[in-house]
């Protein structure tokens, strides 16, 4: 969820950054991924092993920028002078999120006090761990967590037949896990890229699982994203928000077919789940 940073030049996207901003009148939120797919690095000549480093940079770099008009950067990963950004910034601070899986991504962004997207392919147990480690470190750093605006990612699927629901996501699912596990290179046992511990690892876990079959991962899946009626949609979500206290969320609708049939869901969700969510407990 996000732009794919090492992959895109700091200045280039600053001045999307702010066009966004101004064009949306500060309701655009910058998310950003440092990228998965190593076919996106070969393509824009970036080392993949480096991308966690040329994220933190280039991410740093623009969130500053934001701040004064103006970038430049003598890093080890690019150089060029500085330099004034338009259009100018509408906001006063520009929301971001970035998505987090690992612990170090996690540390990092609790040590600067940045808010997180969670993952929609683990539980509500990895999603709790997450968060107190989170939490932890960023107190120890001096922020305030309770101002900070976590995210929850979901692909979501409401229809009052739980069956129907299950299968429509389950189409949608074999293709998008088989495209996934094919288009990185990392999960393959002779693959030594660096930098990727924690996708392997958790890879290695679904291999344990027997979650490398498609249909068993995309058993998985279902179980724990709001695809199924109303009633299980909210019980799904509310545990999530009661384990971790986050209370922003966003649900991935693409999975439900058709147009018609996605706005459907949409509005299902809207008047049969959202008004029923509840703050933590």
Known sequence: MGVVIPTAHPVR??????????????????GTVRGLYHKDFRVFGVDMEESRAITQNFYQMIMESLQTGTISSDSDYIQFPKVDVYPKVYSKNVPTCMTAESASTTEWLAIQGLPMVLSWIIGTNEK????????????????????????????????????????????????WYDSYVNATNIFNDSNQTRGYDYHKGQWRDFVLQGHTNTNRRVDYSNGINPVGTPEQCI?????????????????GFEANGTEDEIIASMRRFMTQVAPFLKEPK
């Open 128 to 175: 709790k761990a997450q968060m107190e480690l989170y939490n932890e470190i960023a107190t120890e750093y001096g922020h305030d967590i309770s101002k900070i605006d976590h995210c929850m990612t979901y692909i979501c699927s409401v229809d009052d037949d739980a069956q129907k629901a299950q299968d429509v996501c389950r189409e949608f699912l074999k293709n």
């Open 13 to 30: 996207q600053l001045e999307d950054v702010l066009l966004l901003d101004q064009m949306s009148k500060g309701r655009f939120n910058f």
């Open 235 to 251: 019980e799904i979500i509310q545990r999530d928000i009661d384990a971790t206290g986050i209370t922003n969320i966003t649900c």
